[in-house]
T-cell receptor, first 110, second 113 residues
């Protein structure tokens, strides 16, 4: 069935360092890959997304890369700040459904 | 401001009771979704609806029911048949057919007491 695996489950970095979260997906028909940030007690917020016709997308300190052949995509956060601490979810669109990874708890230590 | 509103934020239910969670959106989105969130398990799809008066089961529909009588509203009922209902419930909406641009509500935390 459809599956999205996400690693690591927790990630601690020092303020100013980079953070990388990786996801793999199982359905080769997936063509849209969003990343969400969820703060405690709130709903997930879309922070960046990428479509299958693009290999990389960047928005200020956040970037996402996609390797369709290997069926994996990654979130890169540079110059991390304490406010980046949250749970991050990757997801892949299988038609009509958004399938989520299990989430990564990111802690940025100041 | 356009958005998606879930109410209540916290809900307590006695065992054996049904309870309904509200989800309203004013984004003019055709599609709406209900997810359940448990620690360490990500978000799991309960039900979704692409159009008014139509909905489909997701991966964990047992013990839940929904209705979609209006475009703006997609209430979720947690029935007494749901064996482990304590969880954080998230509603989302999107433009139908495009499968992107999901907007999430702020969630309802349901606790069975």
């Amino acid at each position: 069935g459809e599956n999205v695996e996400q690693h690591p489950s927790t990630l601690s970095v020092q303020e100013g360092d980079s953070a990388v979260i990786k996801c793999t997906y199982s359905d080769s028909a997936s063509n849209y890959f969003p990343w969400y940030k969820q703060e405690l007690g709130k709903g997930p917020q879309l922070i960046i997304d990428i479509r299958s016709n693009v290999g990389e997308k960047k928005d200020q300190r956040i970037a996402v890369t996609l390797n369709k052949t290997a069926k994996h995509f990654s979130l890169h956060i540079t110059e991390t700040q304490p406010e980046d601490s949250a749970v991050y979810f990757c997801a892949a669109i299988i038609p009509n459904k958004l399938v989520f990874g299990a989430g990564t708890i990111l802690r940025v230590k100041s | 401001d356009g958005g998606i509103t879930q109410s209540p934020k916290y809900l307590f239910r006695k065992e054996g009771q049904n309870v309904t969670l509200s989800c309203e959106q004013n984004l003019n989105h055709d599609a709406m979704y209900w997810y359940r969130q448990d620690p360490g398990q990500g978000l799991r799809l309960i039900y979704y609806s692409q159009i008014v008066n139509d909905f489909q089961k997701g991966d964990i529909a047992e013990g839940y029911s929904v209705s979609r009588e209006k475009k703006e509203s997609f209430p979720l009922t947690v029935t007494s048949a749901q064996k482990n209902p304590t969880a954080f419930y998230l509603c989302a909406s999107s433009i139908a057919g495009s499968n992107y641009g999901y907007t999430f509500g702020s969630g309802t935390r349901l606790t069975v007491v």
